[in-house]
């Protein structure tokens, strides 16, 4: 599918990460020296952000919100919309944007949802929040994306520990008349959906106690297929023959050539992969931000986590064009090409143990 927000502007980024930090570069429990430098070649990721067990992806997310609302020096009573991107709702009922809505000051009158998207889903939110603020004057949305993959994985899963972090990043836009549009391309195939999941915890797989009690075998079972499963070699292979092609249909959609695009971010899943697409795609290096080394792959938050930590002196201080790009679980993807800044700094904020969590 293929979009155009028009009047609407990408005010700012920010993001929000543990403290604790674990590097299996350091931690030789799980990988020998040779095979630690032989992942870091290929997943770029040297250390990851591991939330503690009572920081939630909600806290990284509404603490990244917290701290760019005061920075655009926007009252919270004037954002209108809020979207919470996340695998990792705080509770199955109510939605964790309604108790976010609480938190942050916004009025009863704001539009407060959650969506259930991983690798995609910041682009997606992006591309609904913009739609819905089109042609509303003076209107303002919090774009809200965050995970605590961590939690996911199987203790001693030499494929997937070394990969995933935990972050939660947020984006501000705001209507004005003068923004140039907003060109958005986004698609779908759930061929792929077994390559990337957890197939327990949900109702076709519930972890909700029965009344007589698991068997040892039926506990094993749920206990593995409540954690991630990835199918890297799938998920490579879909990587590639996805993701030029959206990159073609979104420049040609906004009518610009890749030689236009000032900064490129994607998702940021595997350096190896994005080294691969950035040659297929053929954006020069210095302009296609590879951001693995210090937190992993971060899901849902990995953009707006990497235009904080990398861009900032470039978007505060002139206008670019962005080119953003998620692609993965679902399978799903979605890509935008946007005019951004000058904007304020965005900011990188390290959460500490003693924040005050979301309450209901």
């Known amino acids: 599918m293929k ?16 403290r604790q930090r674990h590097s299996f570069m350091e931690d030789r ?5 040779e095979e630690t430098e032989k992942l870091y070649a290929t997943t770029g990721v040297h250390e990851r952000r591991v939330a503690p067990p009572h920081i939630c992806a909600s806290d990284l997310c509404v603490a990244a ?5 005061q920075r655009l020096d926007w009252d919270p009573a004037t954002v209108d919309v809020l979207i919470f991107v996340s695998q990792d709702a705080d509770y199955n009922v109510p939605a964790t944007s309604c108790i976010m809505q609480k938190r942050l000051g916004l009025p009863p009158t704001a539009a407060c949802f959650d969506v259930n998207l991983g690798c995609s889903g910041f682009v997606y939110a992006l591309w609904t929040a913009g739609r819905l603020m089109s042609g509303q004057p003076g209107g303002r949305a919090l774009v809200l994306c965050g995970d605590t993959s961590t939690r996911h994985l199987v203790p001693g899963d030499r494929s997937t520990l070394p990969l995933f972090g935990d972050a939660g990043g947020a984006a501000a836009l705001e209507c004005d008349p003068e923004a140039p549009p907003i060109h958005v391309v986004v698609g779908t195939d759930g061929a792929g959906a077994k390559n990337i999941w957890v197939k327990a915890g949900g109702r076709r797989n519930s972890l909700v106690p029965r009344a ?29 023959r996805a993701v030029p092609p959206l990159v073609r249909e979104a420049l040609a959609h906004a009518g610009v050539g890749v030689e236009d695009i000032d900064l490129c971010v994607m998702h940021q899943a595997n350096a190896f992969m994005l080294e691969h697409l950035r040659k297929k795609i053929k954006i020069p290096a210095e302009r296609f931000i590879i ?5 992993g792959n971060t899901s849902s938050a990995s953009i707006p986590l990497a235009v904080s930590h990398r861009l900032g002196e470039p978007l505060s201080t002139g206008r670019h064009r962005l080119l953003l790009a998620g692609f993965g679980v679902g399978w799903s993807w979605g890509a935008v090409v946007a005019e951004v800044g000058p904007i304020p700094v965005p900011d990188l904020f390290e959460l500490p143990d003693d924040f005050p969590v979301l309450q209901p």
């Open 3 to 18: 979009s155009i927000v028009e009047g609407v502007r990408i005010a700012g980024f920010g993001a929000a990460v543990p």
């Open 29 to 33: 429990s799980l990988f020998s020296a």
């Open 65 to 69: 919100a917290e701290r760019l609302l």
């Open 212 to 240: 007589e009690p698991w068997s040892a075998e039926e506990h094993a079972r749920l206990f593995t297929e409540s954690r991630l499963a990835l199918n890297g070699a799938e998920v490579f292979a879909f990587t590639l």
């Open 291 to 295: 951001d693995m080394h210090d937190f």
